[in-house]
């Protein structure tokens, strides 16, 4: 998502109200959710710049096991002077490099488990020719079941967080304009 507003507070008076309504990125491994405070949404706000996200929903190390957590989307955004206010540019998505490794297990995991079927199967039919195409057979089940839920997994944690973009982007966009 990629989204641009002006409000006519000053870049300074954005960044107080943005600092309102976001909890500082401060671990806390006391707090149920990871990070000291209460509020909804957690980052980082710098003069010029900010990093949003919502707090976990669950108990922190529950919700680092789910695709949620993986697949947490973030807000982005930069602040700048304008003539009579400030510009604000907002960018939201799941971060690149998470979806690049994601990728690169999937493939992994496809080209591990397709190697070892590939490699197994001339020993099966020398040493174990009775039991050769059931053990293929079980690869070919494997590569599918392993590439199935890899691929399953980010659709489950797009559904998990799938509203929290537009909510941030809400709250923040509503708490500069009001």
């Known amino acids: ?15 107080a109200n943005l600092r309102e309504i976001v909890d500082e990125e ?8 990871l990070y000291a405070g209460e509020r909804r949404l957690v980052g980082r706000i710098n003069p010029d710049r900010f990093k949003i996200y919502r707090r976990p929903p669950v108990y922190w190390p ?6 949620g957590h993986w697949f947490k989307p973030v807000v982005e955004g930069t602040v700048t002077r304008k003539d009579n206010g400030t510009q604000i540019a907002i960018v939201g ?5 998470i979806k690049i490794c994601w990728v690169l297990a999937l493939l992994g995991a496809a080209g591990f488990i397709s190697l070892i079927v590939t490699f197994q199967y001339p020993y099966d039919i020398a040493h174990n020719p009775m039991q050769a195409g059931a053990m293929m057979l079980a690869g070919l089940a494997a590569l599918n079941v392993v590439a199935g839920i890899l691929a399953v997994l980010p659709f489950v944690g797009w559904l998990m967080t799938r509203n929290d973009i537009t909510s941030i982007v809400n709250d923040i966009e509503s ?4």
């Open 1 to 15: 998502m990629l989204k641009f507003f002006s409000s006519r507070l000053e870049p300074a008076a954005v960044v």
């Open 62 to 67: 529950l919700w680092w096991l789910t695709p």
């Open 26 to 33: 401060e671990i806390d491994p006391k707090s149920p959710t």
């Open 93 to 97: 998505a799941t971060p690149i490099w």
């Open 175 to 178: 708490r500069l304009n009001g």
